[in-house]
């Protein structure tokens, strides 16, 4: 059974930093692109970030461009959220998946919340 266990999530005031890590399960996703969503409430999940499978290419939304970096390692069958400079704006649940991402894949999440 595959599975996507995201943690790192906690409270932190705005102007923070948190890492978050996704570790994969049930099989290997070094050959694919992985992303990490997130879905604030009342809202739609919406689209981070994302990393090839080499790890050579990442993509960011415009909301968080310059402040989150995605990493993985794939020794370890696991993907990485590092966020600076956090707003209250990025409150959220936070998920890692494939990218494009499967809907069979969407684990627990992480919940992250900013304070002003």
């Known amino acids: 059974q595959v599975q996507l266990v995201e943690s790192g999530g906690g409270l932190v005031q705005a102007g923070g930093s948190l890492r978050l890590s996704c570790a994969a399960s049930?099989?290997?996703?070094?050959?694919?692109?992985m992303g990490w969503y997130r879905q604030a409430p009342g809202k739609e999940r919406e689209f981070v970030a994302s990393i090839s499978w080499s790890g050579g290419r990442t993509h960011y939304a415009d909301s968080v461009k310059g402040r989150f970096t995605i990493s993985r390692d794939n020794a370890k069958n696991s993907v990485y959220l590092q966020m600076n400079s956090l707003k209250p704006q990025d409150t959220a649940i936070y998920y890692c998946n494939t990218r494009p991402f499967r809907g069979d894949y969407w684990g627990q999440g992480t919940q992250v919340t900013v304070s002003s």
């Open positions: 049930g099989r290997t996703f070094n050959n694919e692109d």
